[in-house]
Every structure is written in structure tokens, then in C-alpha cells.
């Protein structure tokens, strides 16, 4: 069963910094692309970035590239998302998910087979 846990989240100012984690299980990182989606309060679910570990190529949606770096630990079955220079637009749940399908520069046309509970990120200005 594949199970994906999410930490990391909280309420930052804006310009700061957070680091999100997710503690992966029941399949190996070679298995499926990984990443990460956020969705806003009324708004859709959107792709924000995604990494397919077994050849390192990392995906970014157009509005986090630059300031959102992921990255993973195939030996601890940990995927994380380091967000710098966060904006009030950042503000949403983010969702680990597994089997990530990546179309299109804006995120909104990502899709994922597996998700976890989500995490708040809420940025103040």
C-alpha cells in the first residue's frame, strides 16, 4: 500500500523560507515520478514540482521556478521541497503524491495517481 505523510508546513512572512517533508512507503522511488502539489483555498489542485529519481530530471512549475528546489533521499524513502523567497500567492495545502504526470509549464494540467493528507503553508505579509 502506498503511503505518503507530509510535514514541514506552517505560517512564514513573506521572503521567508520553509522546508517540506514527505516520508514515503509501500514503493520504490524508481517506481513512480514524485513531487509535489499545493492547492489554494477555492482554487484548484495544481502541480508545483516533480522528480523522477531514477534519472534525476525535476519538473517546476512556471510560478516556483527559481525559488523551490526538490529533492529526494532514496535511501530514506524521503522526498522534500525547500521553498525560499515565499509569496502570499504561495499560501495553500501542499499534497506529497506519487505517479506524477507532468504537462505544461503552469502546473494545472499535473496530475498524480497517489497523494498524501496535505500540509498548510501559509505565508503573511
Known amino acids: 500500500e502506498v503511503q505518503l505523510v507530509e510535514s514541514g508546513g506552517g505560517l512564514v512572512q513573506v521572503g521567508g523560507s520553509l522546508r517540506l517533508s514527505c516520508a514515503a512507503s509501500?514503493?520504490?522511488?524508481?517506481?513512480?515520478?514524485i513531487g509535489w502539489f499545493r492547492q489554494a483555498p477555492g482554487k484548484q489542485r495544481v502541480g508545483v514540482s516533480c522528480?523522477?529519481?531514477?534519472?534525476?530530471?525535476?519538473y517546476y512549475a512556471d510560478s516556483v521556478e527559481g525559488r523551490f528546489t526538490i529533492s529526494s533521499d532514496k535511501a530514506k524513502n524521503m522526498l522534500y521541497l525547500q521553498m525560499d523567497n515565499l509569496e502570499p500567492e504561495d499560501t495553500a495545502v501542499y499534497y506529497c503524491?506519487?505517479?506524477?504526470?507532468?504537462?505544461?509549464?503552469?502546473?494545472?494540467?499535473?496530475?498524480?495517481?497517489?497523494w498524501g493528507q496535505g500540509t498548510q503553508v501559509t505565508v503573511s505579509s
Open positions: 503524491a506519487a505517479d506524477c504526470l507532468v504537462a505544461g509549464g503552469s502546473g494545472s494540467a499535473w496530475s498524480s495517481y497517489y
Open positions: 509501500g514503493f520504490s522511488f524508481d517506481d513512480y515520478a
Open positions: 522528480i523522477s529519481v531514477s534519472d534525476g530530471t525535476t
